[in-house]
């Protein structure tokens, strides 16, 4: 079982915010860009980024991952198992899932409810992991979640999207720089 540390996961989380709001902004499509992360509406139902577009709003939630290399989506179904807490996968009201890649710059687009539900319906076919995170003051938190091939999810989902964003990040800051 993995750890990783409060600031690991948040310096994950910020170059994944950066690096899709940037594409966002340079994208001749995009009229606006909302970022409601610490907005406590939307993080009640899991949205990081309110976009609208020539084509209209959308409710983004954005998840960061290091381990591109596993070949594998990492959906979270107990964000804290010791609380019961349900992953933001099951309960996100986004319109898009951004399943970001930091190390290679690959953004994945997944639609929601869509992909969730498929995932519903095939949740015993994915390996189950966990990982731990140290809480201050002691003790620590698991999050729980299924390891799901990319290669399965892209042949089964309708609609994924995929892009290559500027890459480079050596993870030793938390700018990334």
């Keep these: 079982m993995r750890t990783y540390t409060m600031q690991e996961s948040t310096q994950v989380a910020n170059r994944a915010t950066a690096d899709i709001t940037q594409w966002l902004q340079n994208s001749p499509r995009t009229i606006s860009i909302q970022n409601v992360e610490n907005d406590p509406h939307y993080r009640a139902i899991d949205v990081d980024l309110l976009v609208t577009t020539d084509r209209g709003e959308s409710k983004l939630e954005i998840k960061g991952d290091r381990y591109h290399k596993t070949g594998n989506f990492f959906f979270e179904t107990h964000s804290n198992r ?3 807490t349900p992953g933001c996968f099951l309960y996100t009201a986004a319109d898009w899932l951004c399943y970001y890649f930091v ?11 869509q992909t969730r539900d498929w995932f519903l319906d095939n949740l015993d076919r994915f390996q189950s992991k966990s990982t731990t995170t140290p809480i201050r003051g002691g003790g620590h938190y698991t999050t729980v979640g299924r390891l799901v091939p990319i290669a399965v999810v892209l042949q089964e989902v309708p609609e994924v999207k995929t892009y290559q964003l500027p890459s480079g990040w050596d993870g030793k800051s938390a700018q990334g720089q």
């Design 103 to 113: 190390k290679i710059g690959l953004l994945y687009l997944l639609p929601m409810p």
């Design 82 to 84: 010791e609380k019961d």
